[in-house]
């Protein structure tokens, strides 16, 4: 008979708890504030996209968004965090396609990006430039690849860690030319960008988002747009292929998740939220402005990005594999 009460009394508790979890699915997000951590620098690439998305896409959630920067290890240091964060739809992670190259950069990750993560969807798509200090002695891409074949003991290549988008970019670039130059880890390109026009290291591959405001004062200089077409907004950029560097083309891509257990309706809303955020006039002429896409709202979704960052996953694989880089 105790057996029973006790067995009732535990069923009621579990029904019980559901209720309450179901009952605060329904009243999210209430007043509560959204913490959005980006795993990069302050005023970076990650971190304009995210301020410009959040700024919005509180309006439609219904709750104000704050940013967290949590930068360091290629953005794996807040991605970790996020992970282990509680599922209450509370801390989300705005992170780029380094949630791709993770797995295969880092012998102890410490998450699974597939795993560890419910999807939210996409934000948008961002071009890369090659940039130099702009008292660089070469005046082009072209005449860039015999200095730095020349230079290599000296020169040296910024990045925001290993794992970055910069970090990827840079990897291609060095492993096409096959020279290797010191690369400097940042924990964002932020301030990578302000040793760069310093003079204190010479190159960077950065995202257009990052570095639009110098590359329209003509305070960097632009070697080569890393991607199969020229930028819609620096059309005077020449591409690395054109300038005679065929294939080494990165196109960076910023999404959203909640870490794994968040309840289905939570994330719906939160995708909801952002699907009006990504398709708004004004998000979408911002990302432009800064040489970026916002996406469409069918890739805002949690099915789409759950299917693309998985397909992401298994084709940089086997290319950081073939880099030979890692780690730990
Ligand atoms: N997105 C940049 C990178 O990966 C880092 C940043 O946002 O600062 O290089």
Partial sequence: MKRVAQFVAAALTVGMMGMHAGAQAQEYPGSKPVSAVVPFSAGGPTDKVARELVMIMSKHLGTTMVIENLGGAGGTIGAKKVAQAKNDGYTILIHHIGMSTAPALYRNLGFDP???????????DVPMVMVGNKNLPPASFKELLPYIKANASKLSLANAGIGSASHLCGLLFLSAIQTDLTTVPYKGTAPALTDIL??????????????????????LKPYAAM???RVEAFK???????????????KIWHAMYAPKGTPKPVVDKLSAALQKAVTDPTFRAKMAELGAEAV???????????????GEIGKWSPVIKKAGVYAD
């Avoid at 005077?236 to 990165?250: C, F, H, R, S, Y």
């Fill in 296 to 310: 469409p709202a069918q890739r805002a979704t949690p099915e789409s990005l759950k299917t693309f960052l998985a």
């Fill in 198 to 219: 310093g003079g204190q290291v010479n190159l960077m591959c950065d995202q257009t988002t990052n570095i639009a405001g110098q590359l329209k004062a003509g305070a």
């Fill in 114 to 124: 597939l795993k560890d993560f419910e999807t939210i969807g996409e934000i948008a």
């Fill in 227 to 229: 991607q199969s077409r």
């Fill in 236 to 250: 005077d950029i020449p591409t690395a292929a054109e300038q005679g560097l065929p294939g080494v083309e990165v």
